[in-house]
């Protein structure tokens, strides 16, 4: 087998354990790591949305036995078609996008928003309040996030969704993993079509993704989560140093 196929396997099952355990940030460690093996971005968003696919069916198992699924259906319906729309724009705009200025704009992105990783979101700056101005900001960061691949928007979404919304870490991970599943969805159909999906790195990154978010999910609900944000953060920091070189 080809060696860089093995290691696609083994970065998105390594990724999907700490994203699983961290609540998010795999895209922090594989969206680097797509470019610096040589896809291009639609071809990275491609091989991406198949693992999220896998990611999310492997964390939703076990959400949904332990009970922390949201039940805010309003919110998930709102954001659903938010993430739809979001999702069928950046299937258009992704390939289009220069990859020589994409691997700097990801790599400052990454290193800017590693700090992230560690804040803590807290209930005590509750602002339930302003749900309407929560709700924009998590679709903004749902459309900025179907162009610009990152884990940076994925936890500053887990932030407004537990500031705004007053959800548990848990239950904003859950959240995330519906709303992923929707989105690498319909981009898959979407590079797909326009003959951007490499199928043996998709299918080698689906069960890598599928198998780790799984481990990963379950020992966050067991255990916790900060030996996943160390290792996330050094993993995310060497494939934006590999982009910069």
């Known amino acids: 087998m080809d060696i860089t196929l093995l ?4 970065v998105s099952f390594i990724a999907s354990v700490l994203s699983g355990i961290a609540g998010g ?4 460690v594989t969206t680097p790591f797509w470019l610096v093996i040589g896809l291009t971005p639609a071809q990275g968003g491609a091989t991406g949305a198949f693992m999220a696919t896998g990611m999310s069916l492997g964390s939703l198992a076990t959400f949904r036995k332990s009970g922390h699924i ?3 259906r309003k919110l998930f319906y709102i954001l659903a078609v938010v993430t739809l729309i979001a999702s069928i724009l950046g299937v258009f705009v992704v390939p289009k996008i220069d990859i020589s200025v994409f691997r700097t704009v990801l790599a400052i992105i ?3 928003a590693l700090p992230l990783l560690f ?3 807290s209930t005590k700056y509750n602002l339930k309040k302003y749900k309407k101005l929560g709700l924009a900001l998590a679709a903004g960061l749902m459309v900025i996030g179907s162009i610009i691949i990152s884990g940076a928007f994925s936890i500053l979404f887990t932030l407004v969704l537990v500031v705004f919304f007053g959800m548990s870490v848990l239950q904003t991970t859950a ?3 519906l709303l992923f599943f929707l989105q690498s969805v ?7 079509v326009q003959g951007y999906l490499l199928l043996q790195y998709a299918a080698v990154a689906f069960f890598g993704g599928i198998l780790g978010a799984h ?3 379950k020992y966050a609900v067991k255990k916790g989560e900060n030996f996943a944000k160390y290792a996330l953060a050094v993993m995310a920091l060497v494939g934006a140093i590999a982009l910069l070189v």
């Open 70 to 72: 949201p039940k805010d």
């Open 7 to 10: 290691l696609t396997f083994f």
């Open 175 to 177: 959240m995330k993993r």
């Open 186 to 192: 319909v981009l898959l159909i979407g590079f797909a």
């Open 119 to 121: 804040v803590k979101p």
């Open 215 to 217: 481990i990963g999910t």
């Open 25 to 28: 940030g795999v895209s922090f």
């Open 110 to 112: 990454t290193l800017a």
